[in-house]
């Protein structure tokens, strides 16, 4: 069965530094997500994308963030100057057509020291 | 707003029992709901999912009963097991989005 995949499985990095967490969505699917989930609490929205572009955002994603899709298969999200309070687990999605499933990668944990 | 770090409500059911968990929606125009499944550290996992044109959908031990009348959405499973321990979110996809709000979540505890 088809699965998102991520990269990688744990990430730890200095404030200030710049991360790229990554992502290899299904591979047939068009639109591509980010979220993230703060320990113990909701999954909440990041970012879509769809046809090389940004469909929608949330406030969280301010400045110091971006994504990309490099390639045919690869979806990444960059963070710039990484703060202490983005430290979380960040998922990646990505869906078939909009109003559709979203399939969820296996996350990424981000810990900011 | 919401208080940070937010204590899960715990649903404890007992093996072979029935579980039934609850979420009340925000949005009146989301059109289309998940249930998600996710176990500790791992990403969500979908169960199943129900437009705004029904009330009503069964998949294999899960119902989800959708009122759009008093925005709210259940999952209810049938003979739950101990692999059914888990934390379990509902989340909508707003009319004319392309975000799924996830709502607070539950967990199931399944006592053998």
């Known amino acids: 069965e088809p699965e998102v995949t991520q990269t990688p499985s744990h990430q730890v990095t200095q404030m200030g530094q710049e991360v790229i967490l990554r992502c290899v969505p299904i591979?047939?699917?068009?639109?591509f997500y980010w979220y993230r989930q703060i320990l113990g609490q909701k999954v909440e929205f990041l970012v879509s994308?769809?046809?090389?572009?940004?469909?929608?955002k949330s406030e969280i994603f301010d400045d110091q963030f971006s994504v990309e899709r490099p390639d045919g298969s690869n979806f990444t999200l960059k963070i710039r100057s990484t703060k202490l309070e983005d430290s979380a687990m960040y998922f990646c999605?990505?869906?078939?057509?909009?109003?559709?499933?979203?399939?969820f990668g296996p996350g990424t944990r981000l810990t900011v020291l | 707003g919401e208080s940070v770090g937010l204590h899960l409500p715990t649903l404890s059911v007992q093996e072979g029992d029935n579980s039934i968990i609850n979420c009340a929606y925000s949005?009146?125009?989301?059109?289309?709901f998940i249930w998600y499944k996710q176990e500790s550290g791992k990403g969500p996992q979908f169960i199943i999912d129900?437009?705004?044109?029904?009330d009503k959908r069964q998949g294999q031990r899960v119902t989800v009963l959708l009122n759009k009348t008093v925005k709210h959405l259940s999952l209810q499973i049938a003979a739950t097991q101990p692999g059914d321990s888990a934390v379990y979110f509902c989340?909508?996809?707003?009319?004319?989005?392309?975000?799924?709000?996830f709502g607070k979540g539950t967990k199931l505890s399944v006592i053998p």
């Open positions: 989340a909508e996809d707003g009319a004319g989005s392309y975000q799924l709000t």
């Open positions: 994308f769809y046809n090389n572009e940004i469909s929608e």
């Open positions: 949005n009146s125009a989301s059109d289309y």
């Open positions: 999605a990505s869906s078939a057509d909009r109003g559709n499933e979203q399939f």
């Open positions: 591979s047939n699917h068009l639109y």
């Open positions: 129900i437009r705004s044109n029904m």
